[in-house]
């Protein structure tokens, strides 16, 4: 599957992204296909403890018959059977990032970022999105670090050139005030895996994102 066409135009960076990691006590599969039920188009796949080629593969397959993108965390060779890989700052120099951006081709790279100066790096190095956080409070990351609140996503938003994607501890509580700092997307593991029906929470988020974001 390494270097295939897409099938499929990819959608906006932007709106409601999904992420299934392998820690919540559910198969990534199942969980996978309930969120594209509810309409998810952007999903990245979590494990780490190591990433399973083959599950990617099957995900992978299942995302494109949606119309969906599949984004990898971490492991560049997983991500060459999906649509992009995503890399926190402790996984990639400046220079790996520009190796790693010729590995994908035209496939997507999203890195995660703290701060407007990483973003600015990022971007010069490849990037097609950013991932910042935390937003509020998680317990999903533990290396984390404090919350960045709504005006320390915003200050990276306005440093970036290409779309960010909130992440931690959001909820519909919060979405509104992930909304208000520009981000393009609203990054969600726990309140879409840990709800009693993931397909209609999904739903309800999309909705609602839609509303503060249109």
């Given at each position: 599957?390494?270097?295939?066409?897409?099938s499929?135009?990819?959608?906006?960076?932007?709106?409601?992204?999904?992420?299934?990691?392998?820690?919540?006590p559910?198969?990534?599969?199942?969980?996978?296909?309930?969120?594209?039920?509810g309409?998810?188009?952007?999903?990245?796949?979590?494990?780490?403890?190591?990433?399973?080629?083959?599950?990617?593969?099957?995900?992978?397959?299942?995302?494109?018959?949606?119309?969906?993108?599949?984004?990898?965390?971490?492991?560049?060779?997983?991500?060459?059977?999906?649509?992009?890989?995503?890399?926190?700052?402790e996984?990639?120099?400046?220079?790996?990032?520009?190796?790693?951006?010729?590995?994908?081709?035209?496939?997507?790279?999203?890195?995660?970022?703290?701060?407007?100066?990483?973003?600015?790096?990022?971007v010069?190095?490849?990037a097609?999105?950013?991932?910042?956080?935390?937003?509020?409070?998680?317990?999903?990351?533990?290396?984390?670090?404090?919350?960045?609140?709504?005006?320390?996503?915003?200050?990276?938003?306005?440093?970036?050139?290409?779309?960010?994607?909130?992440?931690?501890?959001?909820?519909?509580?919060?979405?509104?005030?992930?909304?208000?700092?520009?981000?393009?997307m609203?990054?969600?593991?726990?309140?879409?895996?840990?709800?009693?029906?993931?397909?209609?929470?999904?739903r309800?988020?999309?909705?609602?994102?839609?509303?503060?974001?249109p």
């Amino acid at each position: 599957m390494s270097g295939a066409p897409r099938s499929f135009p990819v959608p906006r960076l932007a709106g409601i992204y999904a992420i299934v990691d392998a820690s919540l006590p559910v198969l990534p599969e199942t969980l996978l296909e309930q969120l594209l039920a509810g309409g998810i188009k952007l999903v990245q796949y979590r494990n780490k403890s190591g990433v399973d080629r083959s599950r990617v593969q099957a995900m992978h397959a299942l995302t494109q018959r949606s119309g969906a993108v599949l984004i990898v965390n971490d492991d560049l060779e997983a991500a060459l059977e999906a649509d992009g890989l995503h890399a926190g700052q402790e996984d990639l120099s400046a220079h790996d990032v520009v190796a790693v951006r010729a590995r994908l081709g035209s496939r997507i790279l999203g890195i995660s970022c703290g701060t407007a100066a990483e973003a600015r790096a990022a971007v010069e190095a490849g990037a097609d999105y950013l991932g910042v956080g935390p937003f509020a409070a998680t317990a999903t990351k533990l290396d984390a670090g404090p919350p960045l609140g709504e005006s320390g996503v915003r200050d990276v938003v306005a440093a970036s050139a290409v779309p960010v994607a909130a992440i931690g501890g959001i909820g519909l509580a919060n979405l509104a005030g992930v909304a208000r700092t520009g981000a393009a997307m609203a990054a969600i593991v726990s309140a879409l895996g840990l709800a009693a029906d993931p397909a209609a929470a999904a739903r309800e988020f999309t909705v609602r994102w839609n509303e503060l974001r249109p």
